[in-house]
């Protein structure tokens, strides 16, 4: 419409500021936005395309950006008291391409604080409301761009997935979650959780929209030492490729029990779907990853984020006590004042697996299972061309229902967190509703750089379905 000039970009921002007006007292997305700001470039993006120098697809589209990744001059605060007042001194590298490509940056978006969690209950600024059932949680710890997106306050956002946190949120919110290649996207002002697993996504409502936006944030980035060099397809073009017949893994450990059996069914239906298109469907078996994913991932994640959160010791940026009475009580204090709860869990976690004595049992031992892990996904990967799974075990649960038993919470990433540990790109689109009304998602997992044939595999099963197209009755 934009390029048909049959709405102006202006025009749009107004519709989405309105349409977040009217929703978001019961939704509870953002954790901060500039309307004003906004709607300023809006105006700038309308002049460019009246001079005809619009800047291609997303010229004068309103992007959301998860509250950890920088855009300057703005708030920052991964949703933790710690960062509660930080202003971003410069842009990250997804947010310089994007403003390039002509989007307008549109809010910061609640997350579990510092992205550990999978409900968005863990932010110190509230929880964020699934909006198709406002009583339910978006899923984490990317819920505030999942139900941002969901609840129409935007067309698209960014999130970061460490170990599920842009899959299960799209699970959850019925939408498309793409959790790209590690390495893949710039990880350069994105507040670090676990360097190693982090990796900037997108959530969409089609498959089409990921592609888009990935094009311009995929790229190597001398600022970030883990970025690639790779070729970037053209993704879009690859949707409409047919390649041959399609060979899909199903890793049988992922259908066992606590799998919820309304999801299950659906999964088995797309699985039906893929085989009337065309494809081989093969049982595979991912046993190292069924038995010890979570747990290697609960030791590399938490080592890494002790590592990664020290830098928060009130002194530089970001929280600082009123009542300490010298250097190391500041350090100490600023941090028990500016830390949530699952936050220190994890840095005490994460400090006793790297101590002396604990290291070589817990936290080396865990990155030779990685390896393994690793290793069991690319042998696959030999006979097959991508994966499908379940996102998650269950559909979105109550607000409340797991927040004082951080076990069954982890419990809930167990079929995306091998993804992560393996660095693969990982897909969750809708592949339909429980008896409830509630999403339900279907996970692609691709081979490294395999994005193209991955999202190729994803559209497919999007132009035979209609789930995308279903909005939440706000
Ligand atoms: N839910 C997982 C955790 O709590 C994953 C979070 C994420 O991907 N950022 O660590």
């Not at 959780?193 to 990796?199: N, R, V």
Request: one cysteine or more; glycine letters at 10%.
């Amino acid at each position: 419409m934009l390029a048909a000039k049959s709405i102006s970009a202006s025009e749009l921002m107004q519709a989405f500021v309105a349409r977040t007006t009217a929703v978001e007292g019961r939704v509870h997305a953002f954790n901060s936005r500039d309307e004003v700001g906004a709607l300023g470039l809006a105006a700038a993006s309308d002049a460019r395309r009246a001079a005809g120098q619009a800047r291609g697809p997303l010229d004068g589209i309103p992007i959301g950006f998860k509250d950890v990744i920088a855009v300057e001059g703005q708030p920052l605060t991964a949703s933790s008291k710690m960062l509660a007042n930080f202003i971003s001194p410069y842009d990250a590298t997804v947010t310089t391409k994007l403003k390039a490509a002509g989007a307008i940056p549109w809010g910061r978006l609640n997350l579990d604080e510092f992205a550990m969690g999978s409900s968005t209950e863990n932010s110190a600024f509230g929880a964020t409301a699934n909006p198709w059932d406002l009583t339910r949680v978006p899923g984490g710890s990317s819920g505030g761009s999942a139900a941002a997106v969901a609840a129409g306050e935007m067309p698209v956002a960014l999130g970061s997935d460490t170990g599920g946190s842009i899959r299960q949120p799209a699970a959850f919110c019925g939408l498309v979650g793409l959790k790209p290649t590690y390495g893949l996207v710039s990880r350069y002002g994105l507040a670090a959780f676990a360097s190693s697993l982090d990796q900037i996504g997108t959530l969409t409502r089609t498959v089409g929209d990921a592609a888009q936006l990935l094009q311009v944030v995929a790229g190597h980035d001398s600022r970030d030492s883990t970025s690639l060099s790779t070729v970037i397809p053209d993704y879009s073009a690859a949707l409409q490729k047919k390649s041959r017949p399609w060979r899909i893994g199903v890793p049988k450990e992922f259908f066992g029990p606590g799998l919820d059996a309304e999801i299950g069914a659906a999964v088995q239906q797309a699985l039906a779907f893929y085989r009337s298109a065309g494809a081989e469907i093969r049982e595979v078996s991912l046993p190292l990853t069924a038995e010890y994913a979570i747990a290697v991932y609960y030791l590399i994640a938490t080592a890494e984020a002790s590592s990664n959160l020290a830098r928060y010791d009130g002194i530089r940026y970001g929280h600082r006590t009123r009542v300490a009475t010298g250097a190391i009580s500041i350090y100490a204090q600023s941090r028990a004042e500016g830390f949530g709860e699952e936050v220190k869990r994890r840095i005490i976690l994460g400090t006793h697996v790297l101590s002396s004595g604990y290291y070589d049992a817990y936290y080396l031992r865990a990155q030779k299972v990685r390896t393994l892990i690793r290793g069991e996904f690319m042998r696959v990967f030999q006979d097959c061309d991508v994966m499908l799974s379940p996102t998650t075990p269950t559909a979105a649960f109550k607000l409340g229902e797991k927040s004082s038993d951080p076990l069954a919470m982890y419990l809930n990433d167990i079929y995306t967190i091998g993804v992560n540990l393996a660095g693969l790109p990982g897909i969750s689109l809708p592949c339909g509703f429980t008896a409830g009304g509630l999403p339900i998602g279907l996970q692609i997992i691709g081979q490294p750089f395999g994005e193209a044939e991955m999202l190729t595999i994803a559209h497919t099963y999007e132009q035979g379905h209609s789930w995308h197209t279903k909005y939440p009755n706000l």
